[in-house]
């Protein structure tokens, strides 16, 4: 780009030394012209003194004054067509000096051809000449095409800080943000897209792409971080196990049978019979009633693995309610220090949905702005929606720093376009309106410097007396 931009620099400075070469040669035409003049006037001199006295007498005023009237038209005829200070003059304004303009248009011409480098080189001198949102969204264009999307995005970037409504640098923005694995800001650039022309068809398939590519993103992070929980569950459970008697197994009811032995028989007295009897009865009554206690055991056993089972999911999720709850608190401090002021309405819309649910972090990122800047960060990009859910922040903090406050909705007032957007207001948010207006800005604690102020705004609101 360089060695580019110093071609053009000496082929203009080429060209200035050829138009000094034709003003030194027509200087050199004109010194001949005067010379052939004065040749032409001898032959006509006549030899005679006495009739020379009297013509120049009678006639030489005349023929000096046709001579002079002569001269004075061919200088005239001469500065009119071959003068050079009007032929340099000319010719800089006709011959094709590089500028922001040409270069944009030489560049338009590269990317009809395919030929997306050249295009790039040229919107880059464009910009260097004197920057515009065009020719930054153009080169963003072309480096989508090179997919070099991480430069688009910086470009689109660029073209949104000198004009905020640009609708093709939101909509290639938002291109490459999809391709960066940006879903979430690529679908809020294409929302915000869209609120500038809802009808565009292109924008909104764009923004259902970008929508369907965060919301698959989200539940891919869920699911995993389910997967992971469930696995520490288990985890958690299997050492309360362990610590609990061990692995558990199913219990065996062996059925022993007991019968005469076999081999050498004795015959038995019938006394000693009853008593074996009754030994029998009572070791089978023994064994059934162990069987039985063990069985108890073994149930009360399992019981009790269950219920700690049980107890150790419920902490395992009082754990993590309670380090996401931590860690929400610690995100939120750290995005409250982090809060940088937005120069542009798209910046201060993201920021603040981003915070949507959260009226402090909201309220931050409002004060960061002074009341004077709302107009020059707006412009024309005000919604309804935004500006009653700003009053409603507004009113949140109104008794602590009425000034701050009031100041707010004063400033409010002169962002362009604020009569047709309050005109615009549905019944619903003109209630709401109201009601923050009697109850919160015209309270009985509002100082009456305050309260006059307030009610001079009132109509500008669209509230009446």
């Excluded at 007991?258 to 070791?283: C, F, H, R, T, W």
Aim: aromatic content about 8%.
């Amino acid at each position: 780009m360089l060695l580019s931009r110093i071609g053009s620099v000496s082929e203009v400075k080429r060209r200035e030394h050829l138009r000094i070469m034709d003003f030194k040669g027509f200087l050199n035409d004109l010194q001949d012209w005067e010379l052939s003049r004065k040749h032409e006037e001898a032959p006509h001199t006549n030899k005679n003194p006495q009739k020379e006295n009297v013509a120049s007498q009678n006639t030489g005023l005349g023929a000096s004054r046709r001579d002079t009237l002569s001269f004075d038209n061919a200088r005239s005829n001469s500065r009119q067509y071959n003068d050079p200070f009007s032929r340099v003059t000319s010719s800089f304004v006709s011959e094709d000096i590089p500028d922001a303009v040409s270069e944009k248009d030489l560049g338009n011409e590269y990317f009809k051809q395919k030929k997306y480098k050249e295009a790039i080189d040229c919107y880059s001198r464009s910009i260097a000449f004197s920057p515009t949102a065009v020719a930054y969204a153009n080169r963003a264009m072309a480096y989508i095409k090179l997919r070099r999307f991480q430069e688009a995005e910086d470009d689109c970037t660029e073209a949104l800080n000198l004009d905020d409504r640009y609708i093709k640098a939101y909509s290639r923005r938002a291109t490459s943000r999809k391709e960066l694995a940006k879903f979430k800001e690529s679908m809020e650039d294409a929302e915000f897209a869209l609120r500038l022309e809802p009808n565009n068809q292109e924008i909104k398939k764009q923004h259902a792409d970008a929508k369907s590519l965060y919301d698959k993103a989200m539940l891919d992070k869920v699911s995993g971080a389910l997967k992971s929980t469930v696995k520490g569950t288990q985890k958690e459970v299997k050492l309360d196990t362990k610590k609990n008697g061990g692995s558990i197994h199913p219990i065996s009811h062996i059925t022993q049978k007991s019968g005469p032995a076999k081999g050498n028989e004795q015959q038995i007295p019938a006394k000693d019979s009853y008593l074996m009897e009754e030994v029998d009865s009572n070791k089978i009554r023994s064994r059934a009633q162990r069987q039985e206690a063990d069985g108890s055991s073994s149930s009360n056993n399992v019981q009790h693995v269950k219920r700690n089972q049980k107890g150790s999911k419920q902490h395992v999720q009082t754990s993590i309610q309670q380090l996401a709850s931590r860690a929400a608190s610690l995100a939120t401090a750290e995005a409250a220090k982090n809060i940088t002021p937005p120069t542009t309405a798209y910046q201060f819309e993201v920021s603040w949905r981003g915070f949507s649910g959260d009226r402090s972090l909201q309220t931050c990122l409002l004060k960061a702005i002074s009341p004077h800047e709302l107009p020059k960060i707006f412009k024309n990009a005000l919604s309804t929606a935004l500006l009653i859910d700003i009053i409603k922040c507004v009113a949140s903090f109104f008794n602590e720093q009425m000034d701050l406050a009031v100041s707010y909705m004063e400033h409010l007032t002169k962002v362009p376009r604020f009569d047709m957007i309050v005109m615009c207001l549905p019944s619903t948010d003109k209630d709401d309106l109201r009601k923050i207006w009697d109850e919160v800005f015209c309270g009985e604690a509002t100082p009456m410097e305050f309260a006059e102020i307030l009610d001079n705004l009132r109509s500008k609101y669209c509230l009446g007396q």
